[in-house]
């Protein structure tokens, strides 16, 4: 379902969204385009569904194209993507040709007739050439971790990347040198999607009885893929000890893993695990079961993300929103969202998990305080508005080289720049 | 003849300028090369961001310090550095580095933060945006005042502080110069963002106000 801005008004504020009007009033008619790899399944595609017809709603010609690709294309930007995040993977002559011609392929296709081009990762970051830049400001939009990266394949790319105008990355943690300027832009999560809009009591305890979970009893809950990474066993590690002295229920909720051969290993030995034990609750559900990982959260006494390695870490942001105590690891984008004993438990060890658990069944009232900072410091972050907010922003820094403010040393420069801008 | 109010908001990106801190040593060789930019955003705007959790550190430095380098006592100085005090970037950072070299000079602080968990240093890049309000007057500023964002507010109350020419913020000035009331001027100066978040504030400045007639 299509939402407009004012729908957005009884979460975020009528003044965020009158900001954001503001705001685009001087866009007003300008061409954003954005160009990808893919119109449906993952973050990005996700996130663009939702912007492309918000911007259009404040009066931004905005579009989205997808470039398209033969099997051996996505293949190299498969292999791109995974060196990209520091695996060990040649790359070839043959690879770079194909990468090459399919780019020159999709430049004669893709209208990229933007005032703005955002180019969205690395599939379709060759666009940009001396044929193609036109006056357009192009924007290179990075959504993945590119701090330990493959260097031959980073090598590769930079070539294209430094010639953006701008580079935007999640997190600065993610962030590389790309010879341009680099701006965190935070993804967001949408309040009025089915993962995680409001749900009353009875859905939720009806999910929880459809998995056999008490709704009387605590329950800790993990929803993530069934990945190592993401420390399951750490997780019923610490579980184990808890449940020595404390009646607790574990939930373990995660994705089909038809196509990762490791994925699917993990969930069988978790399987395997969780027969002994009717208390712990391992769930693999279908990529659309969104209400339900909804009502899996609500339905929580307390939100676990044991990563040892972590993207953004979308599902604290969703955790946090429904106002639930989190206590997760101190890696990835987890540390920008858990402010540690302010807005949920920064942890690195299983030993930090049973620790702190403990500490927030034995006082409710410290895992409300948490619940209730996380779930504003999400409001005023990690949102869609503020995420179409930025955009906006970046779409003038791109096209004026500078703010309406810069705070120098001795006082605010350039402030009579605010009617420029 | 009164000069209206004209209300603006600014809005904030954040801009990585490629330089991280691992230790309290590297964190204060940072403060001391960036911009004024980074300063300000890991002081003013870090207040701004977290500001409906009063409880807590009052800055990036102060938090990164505390949560991931357990060096409290630094923690609870740079804490103590309230930046909507100063006036100047140039003040704000030479206070932040005396506390640090202080500091440094009475203990030995080789922690170093673990894993990726570096300081990374950001710039401020901000927008301002005019908005559709204005007050000519004391009824009219009220009525804005109920309308404006938390950001609008902000941007008026402490970001003002650094412009040129500006003797407490800009709403003082406008009250004080204006509308000749020096005395509710000087309350909304004395507002502290330590104490207050953004919307406590903005219902005690409703409540200094004469009620409506």
């Known amino acids: ?152 394949f980073w090598d590769f790319l930079r070539a294209y990347v430094s010639g953006y105008d701008a580079a935007v990355f999640s997190s600065p943690k993610f962030a590389k040198d790309t010879g341009t300027r680099s701006f965190i832009i935070p993804p967001s999560i949408d309040p009025l999607s089915d993962k995680n809009r409001e749900l009353d009591a009875e859905q939720v305890r009806r999910v929880l009885e459809k998995h056999g979970i008490d709704p009387s009893r605590p329950v800790l809950t993990q929803v993530s893929r069934f990945d190592l990474f993401k420390d ?190 | 003849m009164v000069t209206p109010l004209n209300f603006y908001t600014s809005i904030k990106l954040p801009e990585y300028v490629g330089r991280k801190a691992g230790t309290v040593e590297e964190l204060l060789e940072g403060i001391r090369a960036v911009d004024g930019s980074c300063i300000f955003h890991h002081t003013y705007h870090f207040l701004y961001q977290t500001q409906y959790a009063l409880a807590q550190p009052k800055s990036d430095f102060a938090y990164w310090v505390d949560v991931i380098l357990h060096d409290f006592e630094l923690a609870e100085r740079l804490s103590a550095v309230n930046p909507v005090e100063f006036s100047t970037i140039r003040a704000l950072r030479e206070r932040l580095v005396g506390v640090m070299e202080e500091h ?35 009824p009219s500023f009220r009525e804005c005042l109920k309308k404006l964002s938390i950001g609008s507010l902000y941007h008026h109350l402490f970001e003002s502080r650094m412009k040129p020419g500006i003797k407490a913020n800009d709403f003082s000035d406008w009250l004080s110069d204006q509308l000749g009331l020096a005395s509710l001027a000087e309350q909304i100066a004395r507002l502290d963002p330590f104490l207050f978040t953004l919307e406590e504030i903005r219902g005690r400045i409703l409540g200094m106000m004469p009620p409506a007639a």
């Open chain 2, 104 to 138: 440094l000079r009475a203990n030995d602080c080789r922690a170093r933060a673990p894993g990726n968990m570096d300081f990374y240093f950001i710039r401020a890049n901000s927008v301002v945006v005019r908005t559709p309000y204005s007050a000519c007057d004391l």
């Open chain 1, 1 to 152: 379902m299509e939402h407009t801005l004012a729908d957005y008004a009884p979460i975020v504020g009528m003044e965020a969204i009158q900001e954001i009007r503001f705001r685009a009033e001087k866009l007003e008619g300008i061409r954003l385009r954005h160009v990808n790899s893919t119109s449906v399944g993952g973050g990005v595609a996700e996130i663009l569904n939702r912007l492309v017809p918000l911007m259009r709603e404040t009066g931004i010609d905005a579009s989205w194209e997808v470039i398209r690709g033969g099997e051996a294309f996505f293949e190299v930007t498969k292999a791109m993507h995974n060196a990209l995040q520091g695996k060990s993977i040649e790359l070839s002559e043959e690879m770079k040709r194909t990468y090459l011609a399919a780019q020159e392929e999709n430049m004669r296709r893709i209208p990229l007739d933007g005032d703005v081009n955002f180019i969205h990762d690395p599939q379709p970051a060759g666009l940009l050439s001396p044929s193609t830049r036109g006056g357009a400001k192009w924007v290179w939009r990075c959504h993945i971790d590119l701090s330990n990266p493959n260097m031959q």
């Open chain 1, 232 to 421: 399951p066993f750490g997780v019923l590690e610490a579980y184990r000890r808890i449940r020595k002295e404390y009646d607790v229920q574990l939930v373990l909720a995660g994705g089909e893993a038809t196509d990762d051969p490791e994925g699917a290993s993990v969930l069988s030995r978790l399987c395997a695990e969780a027969v002994s034990d009717p208390d712990i609750h391992v769930l693999c559900l279908p990529a659309t079961a969104h209400l339900e990982i909804n009502a899996l959260q609500r339905g929580s006494t307390i939100v676990l993300q044991k990563s040892i390695k972590e993207g953004f870490g979308l599902t604290v942001t969703e955790a946090l929103w429904k106002g639930k105590p989190v206590i997760a690891g101190a890696v990835g984008g987890i540390t920008l969202q858990v402010k540690h004993r302010i807005t949920g438990i920064l942890v690195n060890s299983v030993d930090g998990v049973v620790h702190y658990t403990k500490v927030l069944l034995n006082h409710p009232e410290f895992a409300e305080t948490l619940g209730r900072n996380g779930r504003e410091h999400v409001r005023q972050n990690f949102l869609l508005t503020r995420h179409l907010r930025d955009y906006l922003v970046l779409v003038v820094l791109a096209r004026t080289g500078a703010g309406g403010i810069i705070p120098l040393d001795d006082a605010i420069g350039a402030i009579d720049a605010r009617e420029a801008v």
